[in-house]
């Protein structure tokens, strides 16, 4: 359950822009596809141009998420270790920021917070991924690669009531 909706992008609840590039650039690239599959099947008149170019367009669309996605599932991938094997420590949330630019279906405007957190007497910041619920708590648990303190994390489920 929470591996699945971590290790890979969740649909419903993004976690960066970069996710919801990701899906956006698929959906197009399948619906490119698709016209030009139903194109050749069924003759759809075009003013201008031939349907292979709707072909072309879901390709290059294809090729421009692709390392999107890669990209997306390495950061996926990287949450999940210092879910699984990271270094627990206390957070402090710093800063809330809301995203009124960014919207998702009927998710609306996500938060983030920047959390403040102490090891071995250095001090670092974190910021969260998208949080598409409000978060309540001041404190977060942050987790840490203890090889680079600096790559962290932040429980989201830590921010809640």
Same mark, same amino acid.
């Given at each position: 359950? !929470?591996?699945? *909706?971590?290790?890979?992008?969740n649909?419903r609840?993004?976690?960066s822009?970069?996710?919801i590039?990701?899906? +956006?650039?698929?959906?197009?690239?399948?619906f490119?596809?698709?016209?030009?599959? /139903?194109?050749?099947v069924?003759?759809? &008149?075009? %003013?201008? @141009?031939?349907?292979?170019?709707? @072909? +072309?367009?879901g390709?290059?669309?294809?090729?421009?998420?692709?390392?999107?996605?890669?990209?997306?599932?390495? =950061?996926?991938? %990287? %949450?999940e270790?210092?879910?699984?094997?990271?270094?627990?420590? =206390?957070?402090? /949330?710093?800063? /809330?920021? %809301?995203?009124?630019? +960014?919207?998702?279906?009927? =998710?609306?405007? &996500?938060? *983030?917070?920047?959390?403040? !957190?102490? !090891?071995? @007497? =250095?001090?670092? *910041? +974190?910021?969260? *991924?998208?949080?598409?619920?409000k978060?309540?708590?001041?404190?977060?648990? /942050? !987790?840490?690669?203890?090889?680079?303190?600096?790559?962290a994390?932040?429980?989201?489920?830590?921010l809640?009531?």
């Amino acid at each position: 359950m !929470y591996l699945h *909706t971590h290790y890979f992008m969740n649909l419903r609840r993004p976690a960066s822009r970069l996710e919801i590039v990701t899906i +956006v650039l698929d959906a197009l690239a399948v619906f490119f596809m698709l016209i030009f599959g /139903v194109g050749y099947v069924i003759a759809i &008149p075009m %003013r201008s @141009g031939e349907p292979w170019m709707l @072909g +072309v367009t879901g390709l290059l669309l294809l090729f421009a998420a692709m390392p999107c996605t890669l990209i997306a599932q390495f =950061q996926g991938r %990287r %949450r999940e270790w210092l879910r699984c094997s990271g270094f627990p420590v =206390q957070g402090q /949330v710093v800063r /809330v920021t %809301r995203h009124p630019s +960014v919207s998702y279906g009927n =998710q609306r405007h &996500p938060w *983030t917070v920047l959390c403040e !957190y102490h !090891y071995e @007497g =250095q001090t670092y *910041t +974190v910021r969260s *991924t998208f949080l598409w619920d409000k978060p309540e708590k001041q404190t977060a648990r /942050v !987790y840490l690669d203890q090889q680079r303190p600096a790559q962290a994390w932040v429980d989201p489920r830590s921010l809640e009531h």
